[in-house]
T-cell receptor, first 113, second 112 residues
Framework: DQQVKQNSPSLSVQEGRISILNCDYTNSMFDYFLWYKKYPAEGPTFLISISSIKDKNEDGRFTVFLNKSAKHLSLHIVPSQPGDSAVYFCAASEGGSWGKFQFGAGTQVVVTP | NAGVTQTPKFRVLKTGQSMTLLCAQDMNHEYMYWYRQDPGMGLRLIHYSVGEGTTAKGEVPDGYNVSRLKKQNFLLGLESAAPSQTSVYFC???????????FGPGTRLTVL
């Protein structure tokens, strides 16, 4: 049973606009969340994280928002650039789980000129 | 500084054959992980290790074995490959259990 879901398999956005990626989870014990970015034929690379004691974390063009009551997090990319075209995974873990993360299925983002 | 490397990059096996995938990291990380990625499924944890000489089962361990004889290496073995093990395999390592994981480039395995 998938505990982390990314319900949008793909997203197309124009260059310069905002990309919003969504992620829902079912396990209320999850308290740490990460976003990874993956290009074809490469491994995922870390993008940004957020712990459950915060509701927002920002790093340059990337902002992650966490709504614990709704068990929902989102990643905002502003402004979107062609190099942002990739698959984005959200991942969640609970304390004491030895680094075991549950990953969503990913969202393919395509940024068009 | 190579980060996380995986050998081989591609492999085709026949049902019943065995093979070992090698993962190596040069960041002195304690924690190492093996995942498989299948279409529409995201990454699923096969086995993981919290230090040299230790291994533990993840979410989908059946049909796989692992060993961590040296801190920098984490081996994933398939004793008798099955078509259901056709997948892309990623190795990862991390410094802490709560931090980012560093991933290798992946091994694409096809079992006929």
């Amino acid at each position: 049973d998938q505990q982390v879901k990314q319900n949008s398999p793909s997203l197309s956005v124009q260059e310069g606009r905002i990309s919003i990626l969504n992620c829902d989870y079912t396990n209320s014990m999850f308290d740490y969340f990460l976003w990874y970015k993956k290009y074809p034929a490469e491994g995922p690379t870390f993008l940004i994280s957020i712990s459950s004691i915060k509701d927002k974390n920002e790093d340059g063009r990337f902002t992650v928002f966490l709504n614990k009551s709704a068990k929902h997090l989102s990643l905002h990319i502003v402004p979107s650039q062609p190099g942002d075209s990739a698959v984005y995974f959200c991942a969640a873990s609970e304390g004491g789980s030895w680094g075991k993360f549950q990953f969503g299925a990913g969202t393919q983002v395509v940024v068009t000129p | 500084n190579a980060g996380v490397t995986q050998t081989p990059k591609f492999r085709v096996l026949k049902t019943g054959q065995s093979m070992t995938l090698l993962c190596a990291q040069d960041m002195n990380h304690e924690y190492m992980y093996w995942y498989r990625q299948d279409p529409g499924m995201g990454l699923r944890l096969i086995h993981y290790s919290v230090g040299e000489g230790t291994t533990a089962k993840g979410e989908v361990p059946d049909g796989y074995n692992v060993s961590r004889l040296k801190k920098q290496n984490f081996l994933l073995g398939l004793e008798s490959a099955a078509p259901s093990q056709t997948s892309v395999y990623f190795c990862a390592s991390s410094y802490t259990t709560r931090g980012e994981q560093f991933f290798g480039p992946g091994t694409r395995l096809t079992v006929l």
